[in-house]
């Protein structure tokens, strides 16, 4: 396979329910995060880590953001994101700078806000038009438990950073509020975390949970009437971003796939309507991941065989290996994303298993692929 070797630095764009149609950049190695999250769809952080660093070149980030555009690619975001916590690259500010002179389309920064406390992490993302942090918890006894935070990280430290920010950033926040049955979705939890949303003064608030396989065991979403009653709890600015797959999903009109069937008239995306999910990506990394039934420009835009790759099932596999390593993915997902049948998509993906390169979980009666950690 030809990029088997080396991590893309550019996937997608694939669709988000947040963000469209986006395309992801990722500047920190697999894992590299401040945080170990419990719900983390990409499994565990091994050690969180603080230092900031420069862990992808800045000039080689921003020229792959460029490559991808090449050939008249417009996303609806170019959002960093990936695996793990793009704050800690230490010049994510120039990345921001580059992607926003291009000119084509605005940047997001799906961040598990940790780091804002920091005068130079605030100062990088105010360059961004959408800035998206994660909440998780509403006071440090659980903050610890759901995040598992590199040494130095406290939650009280974290929240007035995310304060400090909204007071300093003029773009949008859309606070994403990760939910965990038993553990922060509980009416006290709940409540603690709605005043500290209140002094963020997010513009949107997004309640989130583990739909797709988490870190640990044991982590269980709450039902959708939960969700409900914590959205309402929330206030007007909430709104569920959630979505569970499974029997019926995928089965809306207006869905990606939908739209990817009627735009790009492709043979392959249209047998796809029976089966595709509409779910939103769980975990935090995340924050903002696959969502099959984003709003946003026509997905068919993008796609027919993904941005241009012919019928070459080497790059199509590194596409679907792009994708994977950052979230799980069930093969409908991965089908509709590339423009592909299920069957071709299948062959792939039985494949890059075979070879040992991503492994199925089952969650919520659905079957996902991930990347298995290099
Ligand atoms: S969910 Fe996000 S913040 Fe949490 S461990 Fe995973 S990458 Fe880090």
Redesign the pocket.
């Known amino acids: 396979m030809s990029g088997g070797t080396k991590r893309k630095i550019v996937f997608g764009p694939v669709p988000s329910r947040r963000l469209g149609m986006s395309l992801g950049v990722d500047l920190v190695p697999f894992?590299t995060?401040?945080?170990?999250?419990i719900?983390?769809?990409?499994g565990r952080?091994t050690s969180?880590v603080l230092d900031r660093r420069e862990y992808v070149p800045t000039t080689e980030a921003v020229e792959a953001v460029r490559d991808a555009l090449v050939g008249g690619l417009e996303p609806d975001y170019i959002t960093l994101s990936g695996?793990?916590?793009p704050t800690l690259h230490s010049r994510i500010g120039d990345v921001i700078r580059g992607i926003k002179d291009m000119g084509v389309a605005p940047a997001a920064v799906l961040t598990?806000g940790?780091l804002l406390w920091m005068p130079e992490v605030r100062r990088d993302l105010a360059q961004a038009d959408v800035v998206l942090p994660?909440l998780a918890a509403g006071d440090e006894e659980v903050f610890r438990k759901m995040?598992r935070p590199a040494p130095g990280l406290d939650f009280h430290r974290v929240v007035e950073g995310m304060e400090a920010f909204r007071r300093e950033y003029s773009g949008q926040i859309w606070l994403e509020v990760?939910l965990v049955a038993g553990l922060n979705a509980t009416e006290d939890q709940v409540e603690k975390m709605r005043l500290i949303a209140r002094r963020i003064s997010p513009d949107k608030i997004q309640l989130n949970t583990a739909v797709r396989p988490p870190?640990e065991d044991g982590v269980v979403a709450p039902t959708m009437e939960e969700l409900d009653r914590i959205r309402r709890a929330f206030g007007p600015a909430a709104e569920i971003i959630a979505e569970f797959g499974g029997k019926g999903a995928g089965k809306k009109e207006g869905t990606a796939v939908a739209r990817r069937k009627e735009v790009s008239g492709l043979g392959g995306a249209a047998k796809l309507s029976e089966g595709a999910a509409t779910a939103e990506s769980g975990?935090?990394?995340?924050?903002g991941g696959i969502g099959i039934g984003a709003g946003g420009k026509e997905a068919g835009r993008t796609g027919g065989i993904h941005r241009g790759y012919g019928a070459d099932p080497a790059r199509i596999a590194d596409e679907m290996l792009a994708i994977v390593s950052r979230h799980p993915c069930a093969p409908e997902d991965i089908a509709a994303v590339l423009g592909l049948s299920l069957k071709d998509a299948g062959r792939i993906l039985d494949d890059l298993r075979r070879k040992g390169l991503i492994r199925e979980e089952r969650r919520g009666g659905r079957f996902y692929f991930r990347a298995v950690p290099p």
């Open positions: 894992k995060c401040s945080y170990g999250c719900y983390c769809q990409l952080t969180p695996s793990g916590e598990n940790a994660t995040h990760f870190a975990s935090g990394a995340p924050r």
